[in-house]
Nanobody, 116 residues
Framework: QVQVVESGGGLVQAGGSLRLSCAPS????????LGWYRQAPGKSRELVAI???????RVGSSVEGRFTISKDSAKNTVYLQMNSLKPEDTAVYYC??????????WGQGTQVAVSS
């Protein structure tokens, strides 16, 4: 079992920046990947970024060049740095953890709102 807690959402003007944090706890040694999805009202959930346990990472095409994902291993925390935010980035952002064996655990979500 893994518990995932996100933080860092909020309201920002277009062009601004926010940093989201994702801190898993529990069976963290079993985590294969940590990532972020987002879901805007009336839209399907969209993959934003992934950080794998082998150190590889990638971001979605809609945020490439603006968002980066990184990990602080000492704190066992993954960060999503969001720059040049646009109103279309407004969504609830969810962190998830994929474990060996195929389980996926989700955080409660954090709201990001970007005003024009």
């Amino acid at each position: 079992q893994v518990q995932v807690v996100e933080s860092g959402g909020g309201l920002v003007q277009a062009g601004g920046s926010l940093r989201l944090s994702c801190a898993p706890s529990g069976s963290v040694l079993a985590i294969l990947a940590l990532g972020w999805y987002r879901q805007a009202p009336g839209k399907s959930r969209e993959l934003v970024a992934i950080f794998n346990s082998d150190g590889h990472s990638r971001v979605g095409s809609s945020v490439e060049g603006r968002f980066t994902i990184s990990k602080d291993s000492a704190k066992n925390t993954v960060y999503l740095q969001m720059n040049s935010l646009k109103p279309e980035d407004t969504a609830v952002y969810y962190c998830y953890a994929d474990l060996r064996g195929g389980s996926r655990f989700w955080g409660q979500g954090t709201q990001v709102a970007v005003s024009s």
